[in-house]
């Protein structure tokens, strides 16, 4: 069997949180437990909001909570050759097509909502002729037209999961009209190129999942195995993010071991039966993927 690669993925757009940190750490135990290895890839694509500052607390939080990586690969703000390479791929092998729609006026158009809650896009840009595409002035967004086919796959946490990429999501965007790649285009590219086996993250991406499949399938790239871990909530139900100064880890670094973050993490999220502090080395003996609620986290 080949052996096992994980990734931690973080936007270094602000600093890591719980939420984040407990996701690496899931990460980081599913690839250790089959001695596999973690690669680190900063996802950087939003070149406004992320910065090295940000990349390099996370680099230090990761490394305080004794989550160690073997390897970065190249962030993504310096991969667009590799994108436009697989773009132009998926140009010859589905219908690409250009597309000058504003979120605007995607807003207007009456049209049915993805699971997800974006409108469908609906076939006006798929169904203009060559004609009318020469007519249009500015750069377009380029989008993938989603078939009639549904992707299922099975997630190692909340079991079967099935989209029907037509009705379901719609077409979607590769890249946008200010030529920034996206990140479900990034995100496929970039695992495939560093040989990710297994994709650990967030629940909130779930939905995301079978679009990153049909693009690994036409990209002609192998299929991870897929883990999505609960939310952190607060206690009001709100999934903790990066605007919870107190759960912020810079600020919970001042009060707290990285063993007692790691035991209310395995504690909380049933991985440990009992609240005590321990190391994600001490926490890897413990480790099943069956343990681990399937519930929202609350915290602190
Ligand atoms: N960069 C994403 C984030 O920080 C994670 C993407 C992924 O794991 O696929 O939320």
Redesign the pocket.
Known sequence: MKPAVG?F???PSGRMHLG?AF?YLLAWLSARSEDGEVVLRM?DLDTLRCTEEFAEGIREDLRWLGLRWDRETTPQRLRTEAYEAALETLKEKANVFPCWCTRGSLNLVNAPHATDGHPIHPASCRLRSAEERRKMKGDPAWRLEAPDLTIRFVDGVYGPYSENLKTGCGDFVLRRADGVFV?QLA?VVD?GAAGVTQ????C??LS?TPR?IYLMRLLGLPEPKYWHVPMLTDGEGRKLSKRDAAMDLRQLRKEHKPEEIIGLLAYRSGLIDREEALSARELLGEFRWEKLKKEDIVVP
């Open positions: 990734r993925a973080p936007t984040n996701a996802e990140y995100v695992d994709v650990v993250r967030g909130d991406l995301s990153q």
